[in-house]
Each structure stands twice: as C-alpha cells, then as structure tokens.
C-alpha cells in the first residue's frame, strides 16, 4: 500500500492544518481507541439534535444509556486494529458484535463504526513514528484501506445486518436478506470496497469510503474552526454547541440515507430545507454581528432547533447517518488534539 506524504499545511489558507496527536502516556493504540470512545459519547450527549437521540431525548427502546454502553463497547476492537491495515471487515464485525452484547437498545453505531474502523487503521500507521498529521494526509490512508478489502471483508460485512439489525435499502444486486449472495460475492471476487462502491449512489455511508471521507473531513475541520471560535457559534462556544450546529450543516447539505431508508426521499429532503433554514438564521445573527460579539448569542437559535427537534421526535424522524458522519469528524479532530 503506497503511503500519503508528510502534512503540509497548504501555503495562504486554513484548509488542513498540521494537526497534533498528544497520544500520552499508555500507547498509540489506546489513544486512538480513547479518541473513537469520546467521539461516539460526545455526538450522542450533544442537544438539541433534531429528532436523534441525546442526553435529553430517548426513544421507546433505545435510550441514551444504551449508545453510551456501545461507545464503551469497542474499545478493545479499536485498539486491536489501529495500525493495521487488513481486516476491516472482521473488525466491523466485531466492533458490532460488542456493541449489541452491552446494550439492548439494538442498532445504535453500526454506521460510525463502518467509518471509524478504517480510520482507525490509518491513524494508528501514519502516528506509528510520528506525531504530526493532517486530515487530509490521514482520510487519504484510509481510502487506501478501505481500497484494499477482500472478499472475505464483505462476507464479515455482510454477517452484521442481522446481528445488528440494521434497516437497510433494497438491492437487486447482493442483497442483503438473500443467502445466495454470500456465494455469489465470493464467485466473483467482489471486495468491500465493491459493494460500497454500488451503494454509493444512495447510502452516506458508502459514499464516505469512496469519495476518500469527504465529509468526514469536512466535519473535523467545522469542529475545529467552532471550537477556535474561527466559525459560528463564535468565541466562546462550546463544545456542545459546536457539535450541534455541525450537524444542521451536513444535513442542511445532504439528504440523510437512515431517513430515506425509514420513510422516503421526499421526507429526507424536507428535514435538509428545515435544517438548512436554521442555518439561516444562524449566518443572519452572524452577519448582524451578533454571534461573533456575544458568545452566549447562540441561545437566540436554541429554541428554533428545539421546536425542530420537538417535530422530528413526534413524527420519529432521526438523521441517524449524519450522526455517524459526526460521530468521524470528532474522532479525527480529538485525534489531532482537540479539547475543550
């Protein structure tokens, strides 16, 4: 596997900065494990997020409680596989596996582990003999993992939906409820990276493999901007607030697959325009100078992502796939040093 050059931030701009892994005491591999953990704990206590579950909103069977035992789940997992740089499909396996086996709430992370799995490959090579990164240094390792899976991947990876019980799109091609497709994959060789590839088109989640997790790093480099206070919120704000605006930015911009999966993609647009519409408010405080002056001017927006968040909980709307695309940005930025 060819390997990204060094970081280099690129000259006049703020895009990819040289990020910094402050990895401690106890090993590479545990702080990349530790930053995957804070990463699932902090997208999930995050509120108001509309319509999803956090420290405030449950559902009828799945509670907070339960994705924070998943979170805590895959350690082991993620420490087991950091640096390497095949078996990701086993290692998906597995991370969903420990993930069922502590909660009883059911699916909870099946999406972010499909993105923090490779991620956490990349990390542990590149930070192998070195401290310093950038995101797009580090998404572009994990596109070359995720290019290299087998078919015996996408057989582990395919054993996962009916242990996690995930909702899934119906395909003509190697669907998923159909036993035969496990040998036709195997027939023709078919890897992972494959069947991401064809699902591409309508799932996030896939898409983020083969566009080199683009959105991933979109994320981290919002998380970082709002917590420099370079990006609205503005000065002052906090973690919490930077995690939730985040999320009304990428679904303002992409149809969530979970929500077109659940109901359709008419419904998943209509939840992009009123997320987008918050947005809006935000950039029109910003330009009135209101956000960048006041660090507590976020509050002026609290209530219109409440009243969102109350709609979509009642009508059990919840952009699950854009969680797990946050849930990656703050793993790669706690990578690169973030705290708060």
Aim: some cysteine.
């Amino acid at each position: 596997m060819s390997r990204p050059g060094s970081p280099q931030a690129v000259p006049g701009t703020e895009h990819n900065p040289i990020l910094t892994a402050n990895r401690g005491k106890f090993g590479l591999a545990s702080y990349i494990a530790r930053c995957a953990q804070l990463a699932m704990c902090l997208e999930v206590s995050a509120s108001p997020k509309p319509g999803n579950i956090d420290r405030q909103d449950d559902y009828e069977d799945t509670r907070y409680e339960h994705f924070i035992a998943s979170a805590v789940s895959i350690y082991p997992v993620i420490e087991e596989v950091s640096g390497r740089e095949y078996g990701v499909g086993k290692a998906i396996k597995d991370a969903v596996t420990e993930s069922i086996v502590w909660q009883k709430g059911g699916n909870t992370h099946f999406g972010a582990i499909i993105l923090l799995v490779p991620l956490a490959m990349a990390a542990g090579k590149i930070l192998a003999g070195k401290d310093a990164f950038t995101i797009t240094e580090l998404t572009a390792y994990a596109h070359e993992v995720v290019k290299g899976t087998c078919t015996e991947d996408a057989i582990d990876f395919y054993s996962c939906f009916e242990t996690a019980g995930v909702r899934v799109n119906p395909v003509e091609e190697y669907d998923l409820q159909d036993t035969d497709s496990m040998a036709e994959l195997r027939e023709q060789k078919l890897n992972l990276y494959d069947l991401m590839e064809i699902a591409s088109g309508y799932d996030m989640i896939a898409n983020e493999w083969t566009s080199g997790f683009s959105k991933c790093a979109e994320c981290a480099e919002m998380i970082i901007k709002g917590m420099d206070g370079r990006l609205v919120p503005g000065h002052g704000a906090d973690i919490n607030d930077v995690i939730v605006y985040t999320f009304l930015h990428i679904l303002s911009e992409n149809k969530d697959t979970f929500i077109i999966t659940k109901f359709d993609a008419q419904t998943a647009e209509y939840v992009s325009e009123r997320a987008g519409s918050i947005i809006e408010e935000i950039q029109n405080l910003r330009e009135l100078h209101k956000i960048y002056n006041n660090e507590h001017e976020f509050d002026a927006i609290r209530p219109l992502i409440r009243e969102m968040d109350r709609e979509f909980l009642q009508r059990k709307i919840n952009p699950g796939s854009t969680a797990d695309i946050v849930i990656a940005g703050l793993f790669i930025a706690l990578l690169g040093g973030l705290r708060y």
